[in-house]
């Protein structure tokens, strides 16, 4: 079965600006998003998301069809945040504490107001966990990737992405549960 974005991805090898535009049009925010995930900084997701267009553009002749245009769409800005954290923790620790960077003005779109404080916990929380976790819970839970597409974007079975996310949530629940004690239900 052919991808439906695979033929607009396929013009976009051919030189298409239309096509590319299109391609933009529909990932530009879902790449944004995940990029501010990985990176808590609004500045940041945005250079990372012009990063992974032009990688796009660049290497559109080289997608197989092996996945989805969307999964390989997001592998591309995965592994672009990734690269740009790496990059950036030397900078952070010579110019800034690793308190300092946790601490960063991050606030995602959406959010409402009253839940700021929680989403920042949660987002505090979602950066500490350890990086396979971390970005099968991203995908699958904030992104709202089939854990079958995870699953070919982390190059890992649908069974390893399970265990995957249910370690994920086990480590939030007890990191959200050291923060916030008093929500914790009293056990019968």
């Known amino acids: 079965m052919l991808d439906k974005h695979q033929d607009i991805l396929e013009k976009v090898a051919e030189g298409d600006g239309e096509a590319f535009k299109q391609l933009y049009d529909i990932y530009s ?36 069809g092996g996945s989805a245009v969307g999964t390989w769409v997001y592998r ?11 990059k950036g923790k030397k900078w952070i620790t010579s110019e800034l504490s690793e308190n300092e960077f946790l601490q960063a003005d991050f ?8 839940n700021k404080e929680n989403a920042k916990a949660l987002f505090k929380a979602i950066e500490e966990l350890p990086e396979s976790q971390k970005m099968a819970f991203i995908l699958a839970q904030i992104e709202e990737m089939p854990q079958k597409e ?3 974007a982390m190059d890992l079975s649908v069974k390893a992405v399970e ?8 480590n939030l629940k007890k990191s959200l549960e050291n923060l916030y004690p008093h929500r914790r239900k009293k056990k019968k």
């Not at 591309?76 to 790496?86: A, Q």
């Not at 606030?107 to 009253?114: A, Q, T």
């Open 107 to 114: 606030e995602h779109p959406g959010v409402l107001l009253e």
């Open 150 to 152: 995870v699953a070919l």
């Open 76 to 86: 591309i800005t995965v592994n672009t945040s990734l690269n740009s954290i790496k």
């Open 29 to 64: 925010a879902k790449v944004y998003n995940l990029a501010l995930m990985y990176t808590q900084n609004v500045e940041n997701a945005e250079e990372i998301s012009q990063d992974v267009f032009l990688k796009i553009y660049q290497n559109a002749s080289k997608f197989k």
């Open 163 to 170: 265990s995957l996310l249910q370690r994920a949530k086990g």
